[in-house]
């Protein structure tokens, strides 16, 4: 039996009319909605939070929360007291101020969005990391961004190598049973003593937020920085994509290791001041169809990967559930295909909606709107306020149905800062100081509508999570047995690519199928799990410049079985 009574939500769309919103807007338009229009003075945690406290919207539920163990629902007072409770224990046991980097390295659970709340509150930068990275993930992360803490749990704690991080004072770890020390600090012991009250550290739009790193195609990850003004276009886009409205239920599949789980998994919800869902198990159909049904979600937001493995599982599942309540449906990270679309079509009754931005621009920037008529396949049109083109590799802007860089227009207000620690890498990101280039290649109809049409560079999109060819070609090379390797995406109908590695081994080493699992597992332990790669082919010698260089390009038509190309125009760099 419902808990609740499911609560019918407004189908009128936030946005009735795209194309006279569009022109008009302003991002100015828009301030008068945050408490630093009047006062100056920002902080995300504050909008996020104890703003509805203190607007009278305490006793609404902020957060419900399930995993296989626990279910847990909590307001915005809670949440408020919580993340007090938090910032006040970060303050006083690692004196964590203004601009300290602090790690987030936990598996979803409530106390993760308590702590990130507690971080922000103190001024500090939240980092974000995915729990299922290994040893060297987790080092190269806090190394490059030189951070002073990182909250943890018991499970993950050995994976922090304390000694060889200098700047890494405390270790707070936030668990049942703490094997406490002088720098690994256990939360629970100062818990109860914790202040309920604390005084938000004010700051200014330029202050940073939140640190996500992502990888390239060459290179170590990189740590691309937001700001709080990225808030304004959070709120927007919650409202107008997301469709968010007062008495909505919303569901963000994503981690917040990744930035949907912040931009989308956090913020936007509780700019909006929304109840937000949080499924902290492992994926299953019954579980995930379970999920929405029991929490009444109206609004649903995940990714093409979850949604051809719901497909996969079969339509006869669905009709064990209640799904009714489900009013919007939006994915992002990889193309959208057609059959997903027709598949939503067929199970919800819906069509899914597809939006299309990337770490970097810290928000939704090309979109399909509930006001617009859909062109399926196309990731629609650009949010309010965004300018988009398609331009050559001069940063001239290409017509229609030509196929060209997706580029965006500089300073929309979630734009990255600076990539942390290389304001090189962050110049190479825009043409004449200008245009924005997003890696990504497309063409724009007669319409205005925007069609993807693959990666430029070498990143891979697995399971809708990016992956630099790099970090795994980096660690692969460790293993003892490794002289060289290369590192693709190969088309897979589930996950859209796999990590396929072409590998040489040393002399003396026999090729074999243990060894080709020896060091998907040397991946998966050392790294990631969904950075090992799925597929090992081994050859003599891998295709390279004069330079050294792999050719990735080499590798990929091996795999397609296309011609090489002429390889004289490899960038002998
Ligand atoms: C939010 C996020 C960014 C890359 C991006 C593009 C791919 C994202 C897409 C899409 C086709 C869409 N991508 N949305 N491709 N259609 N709707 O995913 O950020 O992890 O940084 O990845 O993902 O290639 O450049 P991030």
Redesign the pocket.
Known sequence: MRLELYKAVDKTPNMKDYDSVYESFQWEDTFDHFSWSKTGQYNMAYECIDKHVEEGYGEHVALKYRDKNVEASYTFKDIMIESNKAANIFRNQADVTKGDRVFIFMNRSPELYFALFGILKLGAIAGPLFEAFMEKAVTDRLENSEAKVVITTNELLNRIPHNKLPNLEKIIVIDDEVNASNDVLDYYEYYDSADETFDIEWLKKDDGLILHY?SGSTGQPKGVLHVQQAMVQHYITGKYVLDLKEDDVFWCTADPG???GTSYGIFAPWLNRVTNVVFGGRFSPEAWYETLEKYDVTVWYSAPTAFRMLMNAGDELVHHYDLSSVRHIL??????NPEVIKWGNNVFKKRIH???????TGAHMICNYPSMDIRAGS?GKPVPGIQAAIIDHQGNELGPNQMGNLAIKKGWPSMMHTIWNNEAKYNSYFVDDTWYI???SAYKDEDGYYW?QG?VDD?I?TA???VGPFEVESKLVEHPKVAEAGVIGKPDPIRGEIIKAFIALRDGYETSDELKEEIRVFVKEGLAAHAAPREIEFKDKLPKTRSGKIMRRVLKSWELDLPTGDLSTIDDD
């Open positions: 992502t990744w930035v949907t994915s992002v990270g990889e193309p959208l597809d939006t299309w931005w990337m770490t970097e990731m997003s890696g990504d993807f990666r990143v999109m809708g999570e990016r």
